[in-house]
Nanobody, 126 residues
C-alpha cells in the first residue's frame, strides 16, 4: 500500500509561483509513473503533468506547457510540480497519483492510477 500526501498549495496572485510536493510512503518509492492532476469545481479531473520512473519522459497538458515543471526525487520519495506564471484558470484542487496500469499513454488518464493523494487547493486571484 502506498500513501501520498500533497502540500504546497495556497492563495496567490496571477503571475506568482508555487511548488507542490507529493511525499510517498508505505513502500519503496519505485512508481513507474507519477502524475499531477487537477479538478476545478464542476469539472472533470484532468492531467496536468506526469513523469516516468527514470525521469526521462515528461508529459504536460497544453495549458501548462512552458509554465509548469514536473520532477521527482526518489531518494526523498517525493514528486514536485513547479508552477510559474500562474493564471486564474489554474485554480483547482491538485492531486498527485502513482502507479499506472499501462504505459505513458495510459498515464494520461486518472482511471489508470492505483494511488491518490488527498489533494491540495491552489487558488489564483486576478
Amino acid at each position: 500500500q502506498v500513501q501520498l500526501v500533497e502540500s504546497g498549495g495556497g492563495l496567490v496572485q496571477a503571475g506568482d509561483s508555487l511548488r507542490l510536493s507529493c511525499v510517498a510512503s508505505g513502500r519503496t518509492y519505485d512508481s513507474n509513473f507519477m502524475g499531477w492532476f487537477r479538478q476545478a469545481p464542476g469539472k472533470d479531473r484532468t492531467l496536468v503533468a506526469l513523469i516516468n520512473r527514470n525521469s526521462d519522459t515528461t508529459i504536460y497538458a497544453d495549458a501548462v506547457k512552458g509554465r509548469f515543471t514536473v520532477s521527482r526525487d526518489d531518494a526523498k520519495n517525493t514528486a514536485y510540480l513547479q508552477m510559474n506564471s500562474l493564471k486564474p484558470e489554474d485554480t483547482a484542487v491538485y492531486y498527485c497519483a502513482a502507479d499506472v496500469r499501462g504505459g505513458s499513454y495510459a498515464a494520461r488518464f486518472p482511471s489508470n492510477y492505483d494511488y491518490w493523494g488527498q489533494g491540495t487547493q491552489v487558488t489564483v486571484s486576478s
